[in-house]
């Protein structure tokens, strides 16, 4: 298994503003994602994030919106740009290492 | 992007019934799996399936992964009040290689 933190856990925001939101694992693992579950709503995929690669995103998301970092095997940054209300919502890290295990989540309310 | 479509959508149970929930799709899957969701919180890996057919049990809950690939269920015996939250399905097409493709979700809810 895998030990996943997230940093912050919450936050509110202002509109046009952008966070930062940070995951840590407890090893080093390769393919890391991050999902957005709106309020009441099932996961979906924001974009995969490969050590040593440039961030694979999703239909709908583009790296002006939501850049991600991805220094090195333990730790990735999803940021949310600009934000507006529509961004409410929580954001989880996830790793593929026997199987696919999730961090606690971030839930961001934008004003 | 796709989902699998998940049912019952909510179930309103007493404690000590048994639950079954289920998860269809039109696409096969090589893997399997079903997570748990408390508020507040991420998804918590319940169970696993790799293989068509593979019946697993984890304490009180069972999943089978269908025959087809296309379908699995849940089944949670006996259910107590720390089974309240939101269940999810989510295939994998190419273990390791692929996303996962969650389903809609299932809300458990225990009436006292």
């Known amino acids: 298994s895998a030990v996943i933190s997230q940093k912050p856990s919450r936050d509110i925001c202002q509109r046009g503003t952008s966070l930062t939101i940070q995951c840590q694992v407890d090893s080093q693992v390769t393919m890391m994602f991050w999902y957005r579950q709106q309020p009441g709503q099932s996961l979906t995929l924001i974009a995969t994030?490969?050590?040593?690669?440039?961030?694979?995103?999703e239909s709908g998301f583009v790296i002006d919106k939501f850049p991600i970092s991805r220094p090195n095997l333990t730790f990735s940054t999803l940021t949310v740009s600009n934000m507006s209300p529509e961004d409410s919502s929580i954001y989880l890290c996830?790793?593929?290492?026997?199987?696919?295990?999730f961090g606690p989540g971030t839930r961001l309310t934008v004003l | 992007g796709q989902q699998l479509n998940q049912s019952p959508q909510s179930m309103f149970i007493q404690e000590g019934e048994d639950v079954s929930m289920n998860c269809t799709s039109s696409s096969i899957f090589n893997t399997w799996l079903w997570y748990k969701q408390d508020p507040g919180e991420g998804p918590v890996l319940l169970i696993a399936l790799y293989k068509a057919g593979e019946l697993t049990s984890n304490g009180r809950l069972t999943a089978q992964f269908g025959i087809t690939r296309k379908d699995s269920f849940l089944n949670i015996s006996a259910s107590i009040p720390s089974d309240v939250g939101i269940y999810f399905c989510a295939g994998l097409s190419n273990f390791g290689n692929e996303k996962l493709t969650f389903g809609t979700g299932t809300r458990l809810t225990i009436i006292p």
């Open positions: 994030a490969n050590q040593g690669s440039e961030a694979t995103y």
């Open positions: 996830s790793v593929m290492t026997a199987t696919q295990y």
